[in-house]
């Protein structure tokens, strides 16, 4: 049954022009598995015209099989004056052995007169040629129209001109591109209604978030009959990046209640929104919308309060039908209401008559007042409430440490020495290290090894040191806050102090803590 609505990802193409994104081909194709495992439509690989790299991945792509996508070599019309027969950029089109092959040509005059320096109608005659030709070799051919608003508020007349050729020629899709990224819902959704009363073919929308609006200049799009959306995955693109279809997916879905992936997808979007930017190398926006870490985020003891009672009341979906999850974030603002939610969260049987909330309360308050933050630390959380719930004596305890740097001409080392008692056991390391914290999480490492053999897998994965304001007459303190995976889950703990390294070594204890906690 086909969809209401057709996902086109560009990820690896238009998503790949960012700013600090280089996917190998190995990660493309990475990436393009979990897109179709997902369900998404069309994967648009990239333009083997553009660089070896593009044809790469299609060779390989050729040899695996998409259960769903249909994947999408990128290209351009043929070049002015030249047959198309002998237009090389077009015969790599062909050479990538994609059923689909997506095209862009000009729709704006002003391009196509200063731009490609020709004439309209050459123009209308590279559109027409080269979809026609795509067409005799058997493919699905996607026309997408280049500044398309921009053109047809130029030009009306000929901006349909540009997409009537491509379609009486044979194109199965003709998508509306807001290159620029500058215009409005209202533009869009005119300029798209106007189209869908001359063509007959599906209509596309491609974005760009230059002023904000990715998303929503293409929801007004589809609102108006376009029926297949173009983006990238946490918005990647150029500039400010493309229509995000993080977003654009579950509000289509559940916004527009129109049908789009499998429902199973929706719950694995967040997932998959994290899979790409740990391929990618970015730290997973907690600010995105639907898929971010805060997206479902409460804060503040009145408000915390009426979520508890009535979540409907606070959020505008059950946070899980995305993947997500509600989180409550403790802080100064906190009330009762927030420890005992946040307590239930981390699965300690909690109620507001636990004897213990009272000592746990002061005991978060004073620490926050230390400058302790619990937010990104939750590990560090579950072990002081732990603490005081159960009165138990932690796994282990760390006697002594000693931290040493030594700089030559040749080069510098860093060695740490850590004693660590578990019951009447006592072991004694030494390590070296890229640095201080580096060196004292390998002998603190080493250490627990010989008595938890399963903490092998543990590793720090991320490291932040945050210099807190001193007040007057008082030094100034550390916070440093680590994040800790075993390769499928991850936690953050944190230690202050005026010293960066106790603090770091807190905050090592505790991730430590933490994983013999769960095991
Ligand atoms: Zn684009």
Known sequence: MKPDVEIYDTTLRDGSQGEGINFSVADKLRVAEKLDAFGLHYIEGGWPGSNPKDIEFFAQAKRRRFKRARLAAFGSTRRKQVAIESDDQVRLLLEAGTPVVTIFGKTWLLHVQEVLGTTPEENLAMIGDTVRFLKDHGKFVIYDAEHAFDGFKDDPEYALATWEAAEHAGADIVTLCDTNGGSLPAEVARITAAAKG???????????????????????????????????????????????????????????????????????????????????????????????????????GMHVNAVQKVARSFE??????????????????????????????????????????????????????????????????????????????????????????????????????????????????????????????????????????????????????????????????????????????????????????????????????????RK
């Not at 609102?223 to 400010?240: D, K, M, P, S």
């Not at 979007?269 to 985020?297: C, K, M, Y």
């Not at 700089?407 to 056991?425: F, N």
């Not at 499928?488 to 994983?515: P, R």
């Open 198 to 300: 001359k063509l007959t073919c599906r209509i596309g929308i491609h974005t760009h978030n230059d002023i904000g609006l990715g998303v929503a200049n293409a929801l007004a799009a589809l609102e108006v009959g376009a029926r297949h959306v173009q983006g990238t995955i946490n918005g990647y693109g150029e500039r400010t990046g493309n229509c995000n279809l993080t977003s654009v997916i579950p509000n289509v879905a559940l916004k527009l209640k129109k049908t789009c992936v499998p429902a199973s997808s929706l719950a694995k979007l967040r997932e998959l929104s994290q899979f790409v930017d740990e391929i990618a190398n970015f730290r997973h926006d907690p600010r995105q919308p639907w898929v971010g870490a805060t997206a479902f985020a409460h804060k503040g």
């Open 316 to 517: 505008h979906i059950d946070p899980a039908r995305v993947g997500n999850r509600r989180r409550v974030l403790v802080s100064d603002l906190a009330g009762r209401s927030n420890i005992v939610m946040k307590a239930q969260e981390l699965g300690f049987p909690i109620t507001h008559d636990t004897p213990e909330l009272k000592a746990i309360l002061g005991r978060i308050k004073e620490l926050e007042h230390l400058g302790y933050e619990f937010e990104a630390a939750e590990a560090s959380l579950a072990l002081l409430i732990r603490k005081i719930l159960k009165h138990e004596e932690p796994p282990f305890r760390v006697d002594t440490y000693h931290v040493s740097m030594r700089r030559d001409s040749e080069e510098s080392v860093v060695e740490a020495t850590v004693k660590v008692r578990v019951g009447d056991q006592v072991a004694h390391t030494v390590a070296e290290g890229d640095g201080p914290v580096n060196a004292l999480d390998s002998a603190l490492r080493a250490a627990l090894l010989r008595f938890f053999p399963h903490i092998k897998k543990v590793r720090l994965t991320d490291y932040k040191v945050r210099i807190l304001e001193s007040s007057t007459g008082t030094a100034a303190r550390t916070r440093v806050l680590i994040e800790t995976s075993d390769g499928k889950d991850e936690w953050g703990t944190v230690g202050v102090n005026e010293n960066i390294i106790e603090a770091s070594l807190q905050a090592l204890v505790d991730s430590v803590e933490y994983a013999l906690m």
